[in-house]
């Protein structure tokens, strides 16, 4: 018996398979879609978790980038401070306050200059006869007596009963030097210029004034050195020599070059030996005092460098003041 008789005898049978062929599809169709729902599901937890976890990263990132560029700023504000500190302490950063130093004591030096012309104008430089009469109280005793006169010399005339001597030695410091003359005597040779320098100070001036500096420290001690070597001719050893300088680098380049002038020792500096160092005016004079109370005489030398001096010092019979150039000034103070 063929399929179609069958079928064709047997209709609602044929139905009922059909339904139930059509029911296990659909059952199976809705069984795969579970379970690739189900597969599907954790893959999309996956991808949102893996989303976070990287924004959290990220985050992460920036913060520590932003605490990084937080800490370098600053590390910058830092050395732009220490910067600062450094310009401001830094002698192109004071240069305004050392050129007004300099402005300064260039119109103090002025304005010496000018009032000493101008006292120098009102000084009899010629010699007057000055008249001393007798006081009534001793007129019973002196009776018979004529009238004395007494001379007042000029301030120029101070070392001219001397004039020999120093001359001898001025010629003595342009010959050649002897560097094995005794202590206290020059060993090194002078040229013309500072000769003429020495006989200004010495015969024109007294042996009291300012002097133009020679244009270093190391050629004004040697000018120096010449001229305590003439006044220990005078005066041996009853005159000392204080130096005014106001840094101790300074007062040590002093030290070194009248050392090796005058064939010195440490033991001629000191507050008792022939050469006294000081950095502060104050001491110049209470020492100045003191040889004078003691009948004794003191000879001033104040360094270039220095930008005002004393007016007590200028009462002293001896003193010799080295007024600097601008440029002198300048570079001493920045090597300094």
Do not use: H
């Not at 005159?239 to 106001?246: D, E, G, M």
């Not at 005016?281 to 040889?291: H, N, Q, S, T, Y």
Request: proline share 4%; charged share 30%; glycine share 6%.
């Amino acid at each position: 018996m063929d399929n179609k008789e069958i079928s064709n005898n047997n209709p609602k049978k044929e139905l009922i398979i059909g339904k139930s062929i059509s029911d296990e599809k659909t059952k199976q169709l809705s069984k795969k879609n579970t379970t690739q729902n189900k597969k599907i599901a954790p893959k999309n937890d996956k991808s949102t978790k893996s989303f976070d976890e990287i924004s959290n990263e990220i985050f992460r990132d920036l913060v520590s980038k932003k605490d990084s560029l937080v800490k370098e700023i600053k590390e910058l504000e830092t050395k732009k401070d220490e910067l600062e500190k450094d310009i401001d302490s830094n002698f192109k950063g004071q240069s305004d306050n050392i050129a007004k130093r300099v402005k300064g004591f260039q119109d103090y030096l002025t304005g010496a200059l000018q009032n000493l012309s101008q006292n120098v104008e009102k000084l009899e430089l010629v010699s007057q006869p000055i008249i001393v009469k007798p006081s009534p109280l001793d007129a019973k005793k002196e009776e018979n007596s004529t009238n004395n006169e007494e001379n007042v010399p000029a301030l120029s005339e101070t070392f001219k009963p001397d004039e020999k001597i120093i001359k001898n030695c001025f010629s003595g410091f342009t010959e050649q030097p002897d560097f094995y003359a005794e202590p206290w005597k020059l060993r090194r040779s002078l040229n013309l210029s500072d000769i003429e320098v020495m006989d200004d100070w010495f015969f024109n001036m007294g042996g009291r004034g300012s002097l133009e500096s020679r244009g270093s420290r190391q050629k004004n001690a040697l000018l120096s050195a010449g001229l305590i070597s003439i006044l220990g001719e005078l005066y041996g050893d009853q005159f000392q020599t204080l130096i005014l300088a106001s840094q101790p680098e300074r007062l040590g380049e002093w030290r070194r070059i009248l050392q090796d002038s005058l064939g010195l020792t440490r033991d001629d500096f000191g507050p008792n030996s022939g050469i006294v160092l000081f950095e502060r005016p104050e001491g110049v004079i209470e020492k100045a005092d003191r040889l004078e109370a003691n009948e004794e005489l003191p000879f001033i030398i104040i360094d270039a460098a220095e930008t005002s001096v004393e007016i007590p010092i200028l009462q002293f019979p001896l003193w010799l003041a080295f007024a600097g150039s601008d440029n002198e000034i300048y570079d001493d103070l920045e090597l300094n």
